[in-house]
Structures are given as structure tokens and as C-alpha cells.
């Protein structure tokens, strides 16, 4: 018979194997104690939206909304999307739930799985997960210096070394109209030079000429008008406010004036992480965020402060990997339960569950039947204690305990298993 044709996964989505879940506990542990040193709340928002709450928020014309998102019809014609980033989604449960009520600065946490439309290559795919702050409630430019803090607190937990900071400020809408101006005027007499990505950039949203990866657009950007020129004496302040704490915190960043973001909502601050080899090439951003002090409102709620950061988890996992951090593996178990006999083999399922009880870390293979394969597993786990029941101990309520490292072994009443257990344990520390 004809082999069936085998159903592969989808393009630009992974798999997370058994064998690399120690490196994504290692970050979502990591994300779980920075969230918690720096007073965030957890909050899970769902996968699909609508549609329109990420053109709205991230905006009309970004390569995220335009070319990126995975969206579907519904049968009742809904028009969803799965979410892109995850502070549209945010937002959009901050002011749904009331959030705003309760104290401010409101600190929130989450950590998921993403989906962008992207062409899949190295450090971009399909499907991403991320773990993201967003502060609500504070217009306080200590709050600008402290998520970026907290980002560092991270890559320090999961034991990254060399990150680098790249700054930049956007300034307001006010101060950005003027810059608008300027980078037009710059631009125009070298409007053949741009890529068609460009072209269309500079009708929609010229800011994010700067932005452009493609060589011959970024040698343009490099000699464009400067946007901090143009920010004004408010904004100057902020920034200056945030280097200043930055300088405190002994962070040091590069003032990278060619750092827009791809979403329309950031005004103010605006920051990336890079892994310092990556500095050069400005390629694969770790992470990144920035204030957005209007989205709230342009999404329908109260006026509202707000900064925020995502990290990408992905890009996380490989720099670990090129770091070469150390990953404890699965947690070894001190005990391994070895049954033999259909008697033996029924007693060892509640067995198992008396030692899970008196939290020992037990392992089994009772699917194997032979005291030989599995005291092989015992020796390959680890476990320090092999607890073997055979036909005569089922029978006599009795189990024998054996020490794995000199080959010992003792026979003892079940009822006295985990008291001997125990003690044995405590010797062999
Ligand atoms: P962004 O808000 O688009 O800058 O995304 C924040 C972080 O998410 C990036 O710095 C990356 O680490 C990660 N990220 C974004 N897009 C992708 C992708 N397509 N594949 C993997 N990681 C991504």
C-alpha cells in the first residue's frame, strides 16, 4: 500500500521541541520574576481581534497592517485578525474592563504567541511569542527609563550578556508636523533613488524613510535631517529626563537617530535592544518600545499616558543558544519505581502517586516489564534510590529499596516506604 503523503507544519511556524523547553522555561521563568520584581500584573488577551483595532492603533499604512497581518471572515462576516503585537490588544482590554479605575500607574504583563505575514528567514517567522510591558497612567519619564530597566533586568535573569540600547526620541504630534516638513523637503530632489516601499512611505508616512533596511534607502536616512533638531522644548525635556535616569541606572545607549518603529502609536521615547554583534548590521532587533501617550484615546478611552516594551522571544532563544548559556535540564528524579509482575504492576500506579504525595521526584517506565531495562533508565536518569516491587513484595505488602550508587538493597513494609525513603535520602545528600 501506498505510503501516505506526510502533512508538514505551517510555513514560518516552529515547532518548540521537548528538547529545547528547558532554554523557553529558562525565558518565561525569566519573564515571570522580572514581571513580578517590577510590579506588573498578568493579562491574557485572545488571539483574534477585530481587524479594525490594529488599523486604528498600530495604524493604516505600516508594513504590520498593510502587509503583515493574518486576517479572516468569519461565516457572521466578522472581520478579524490574529494579533500582529500585543498592545492594541492591551489597550483595547484597559479601557473595555474599566482598567482605568483602578490605582494608576497601572502595570500590566503578558507573554504569547504572535502571527505576522512576514517572508520567513532567521529571526523572522510566522508565528513569534513575546513577552510585553505596558504601563498605563504615567507620563513621568522615570517610567521610560524603568521599563527599559526592567528589559535589561531580563536579558541579566536569563543570563544575556552585551545588549545594547539604541535611543531615539519622536518627539509629539506637534513637533513631528514640522519634522514632516523638513524630511520632505530633504527627500524630494532624491525621490528616484527610493525603493518602491519608499515611494509610497513618503506619501503615507515619511518618517519611516528612516526606517528602511534596503541599502540604498538607509544611505539616504543616514544624511537626513535630524528629528531631535526638530522636537520641541517639552519634548527636548522628557528626552533629556530619561538619558538623565538612564545615566543614573548606568545604562549607556546609542542615540540612534534613524529609529522610528514600524507603528504609527509611539510618540516621545522610542528604544531598541540589540545583541552587540548586531549593532553593526542594525538587523534583528531583540526588542523594543517606546511611549505612546495617544493611543488610549485614539482607541476610544480616557487620555492616558502609557510606555510599553516587547522582547521576542525567537530572537532571545538564539542569542542564548550563540551566548552559550547554560540550561539545567529536566529536573533529575532521586527515586525510580521499578515494578515487575501484573500484581506489582497495579500496585505501582497508586504507589507512584503515595510518593508524588510526599513530594518526592519520582520517575517509572511502566510500560517496560523487564528489572533490567528499567533499572538501565534508572542509572541513565540519575535517580539515586530505585524502589523495586516484585511478585512476593505485591504479595507481602513489602517493597525493596535500593541504593543505585553501591548496588544495596533492603527490604521494607510498604508502610514504612516513604519514612525509609526519607532517611535514606537524607543520608545519600
Ligand atoms: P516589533 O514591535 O515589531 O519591533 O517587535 C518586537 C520584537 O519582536 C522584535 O524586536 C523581535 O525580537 C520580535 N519580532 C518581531 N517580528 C518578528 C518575527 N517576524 N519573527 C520573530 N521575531 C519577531
Same mark, same amino acid.
Do not use: I, M
Given at each position: 500500500m501506498a505510503r501516505r503523503k506526510i502533512i508538514s507544519g505551517v510555513k514560518g511556524m516552529r515547532d518548540i521541541l521537548p528538547a529545547q523547553q528547558p532554554l523557553w522555561d529558562k525565558m518565561r521563568k525569566g519573564a515571570e520574576e522580572t514581571a513580578a520584581a517590577f510590579g506588573f500584573w498578568r493579562l491574557d488577551t485572545p488571539i483574534l481581534e477585530e481587524q479594525d483595532l490594529f488599523a486604528r492603533g498600530i495604524g493604516l499604512g505600516t508594513d504590520i497592517v498593510e502587509k503583515e497581518m493574518f486576517t479572516l471572515t468569519t461565516r457572521g462576516r466578522d472581520k478579524l485578525a +490574529?494579533?500582529?503585537?500585543?498592545t492594541a490588544g492591551v489597550v483595547r482590554a484597559f479601557i473595555q474592563h474599566g482598567l482605568?479605575?483602578?490605582?494608576?500607574p497601572l502595570k500590566l504583563w503578558s507573554l504569547g504567541p504572535l502571527f505576522r505575514y512576514e517572508q520567513p528567514q532567521a529571526g523572522r517567522f510566522r508565528q513569534l511569542r513575546q513577552f510585553n510591558l505596558e504601563v498605563f497612567g504615567a507620563a513621568d519619564a522615570i517610567l521610560d527609563a524603568q521599563i527599559i530597566q526592567a528589559g535589561f533586568w531580563f536579558f541579566k535573569k536569563i543570563g544575556l550578556k552585551n545588549i545594547i540600547l539604541h535611543l531615539n526620541s519622536l518627539g509629539c504630534a506637534k513637533c513631528r508636523k514640522e519634522y514632516r516638513r523638513a524630511l520632505l523637503a530633504y527627500y524630494r530632489p532624491h525621490k528616484n533613488k527610493l525603493c518602491a516601499d519608499c515611494k509610497k512611505r513618503s506619501r503615507q508616512?515619511? +518618517?519611516r524613510l528612516l526606517d528602511c533596511k534596503k541599502e540604498q534607502c538607509q544611505e539616504l536616512a543616514q544624511k537626513a535631517p535630524l528629528l531631535v533638531d526638530h522636537v520641541c522644548d517639552d519634548c527636548k525635556d522628557h528626552f533629556k529626563q530619561v538619558l538623565d535616569y538612564l545615566d543614573g541606572l548606568e545604562i549607556s545607549y546609542y542615540l540612534d537617530?534613524?529609529?522610528?518603529?514600524?507603528?504609527?502609536?509611539?510618540?516621545?521615547t522610542v528604544f531598541e535592544f540589540f545583541a552587540a554583534d548586531e549593532k553593526e548590521g542594525k538587523?534583528?532587533?531583540l526588542g523594543g518600545g517606546g511611549r505612546y501617550d495617544g493611543l488610549v484615546k485614539l482607541l476610544g478611552g480616557k487620555d492616558t499616558p502609557a510606555v510599553g516594551m516587547a522582547v521576542g522571544l525567537e530572537r532571545v532563544a538564539e542569542e542564548i543558544k550563540k551566548q552559550g548559556v547554560k540550561i539545567n535540564g529536566q529536573n533529575q528524579p532521586t527515586v525510580f519505581l521499578i515494578q515487575l509482575g501484573k500484581m506489582a504492576k497495579k500496585r505501582s500506579l497508586l504507589l507512584f502517586e503515595e510518593l508524588l504525595r510526599a513530594r518526592l521526584a519520582v520517575a517509572e517506565s511502566?510500560?517496560?516489564?523487564?528489572i533490567k531495562s528499567q533499572l538501565k533508565l534508572a542509572d541513565k536518569q540519575g535517580a539515586k534510590i530505585a524502589l523495586i516491587l516484585g511478585q512476593q513484595e505485591a504479595l507481602d505488602d513489602s517493597v525493596i529499596i535500593r541504593v543505585m550508587e553501591t548496588g544495596v538493597q533492603e527490604i521494607v513494609p510498604l508502610v514504612k516506604v516513604i519514612k525509609e525513603l526519607k532517611k535514606k535520602l537524607q543520608k545519600l545528600k
Open positions: +490574529l494579533r500582529p503585537e500585543f482605568f479605575s483602578l490605582a494608576q508616512n515619511p +518618517l537617530n534613524t529609529l522610528v518603529r514600524g507603528l504609527d502609536y509611539y510618540n516621545k538587523k534583528n532587533a511502566f510500560s517496560r516489564d523487564s
